[in-house]
């Protein structure tokens, strides 16, 4: 009897351990499904580091009139200009790249929502040395002169073509600057304490503001403000007011893994009436309106 007792407690025991077994692994599976997964990060762009990831991958192989389309359903974009043909293709490409690498923000959809219509690209000649202008060339468009921008390509500077994409449509963005918009009262604060930026924007407000902007993005234009590591107030305020926390490259100061441009690589220059806009934005913060 105490042999077959002996047999029963065994099996019991036996059993007792199955079931505990069982139940661990259950715990383990459940405590391991619910670990979070990494997400997966984005691959850098053409002049960005760390883009947001791809939503609207570059169609490669459409032709150019598949390409216009898609950026206006995509991106909801007007097109306009001569110059969307295969010749301007690398050039299209920087664009489209730019604006699909920021569209994990509201930054497109803000700036599209503060003008009354739909925001034109214009892809056409530009008189002078500008390479870009936001409604100078083509009222209600940003314009760009892909021909220019050839000269970027040849220098291995793209990064100062995307500096260039999100410069003019910071532009866009700050159009309601007369509309008692609190971001630009900061901004302006920021900038009296501050001060300069880039060469590019010399002493005008509202070039400083699209340049903080578009630096902020284009990591890897040629002598980048931020490289320097004395701008982080300005890298804050595109980080926290226009950009909701995304960053596109690592803090000012740190060293990034861009292509070098060559030698003598040259900066597209402003828009024609820049000078001007640039006299008249002294003046307006001298008596503060």
Known sequence: MSFL?????????????????????AIGATQATALPVAPTPAPPVTGIPTPCLSTNEWPEGASIAEIQQQIEQRFNFRLGGKQWTEEYRPSIKILWETLDAMECTDYRTTLQGKYSGTVGINAARIRGYAWGDWSLSRSGYVSFDFEKFKQALADDDEGRLVRLVAHELAHVYNSDRYKGAQYWADFQKLYRQEGRFSDYAGRSVTETFADVVGYYVGRCALDNPYDTGEHDAYYQFAKEHVFGGKEFGPAPGEAMNCTVPKEGAQEPRPAQGAESQQTADWVSELTGE
């Open 5 to 25: 007792r002996g047999i029963r407690v065994r099996k019991w025991l036996l059993s007792v351990a199955a079931v505990v077994t069982t139940v661990a692994a």
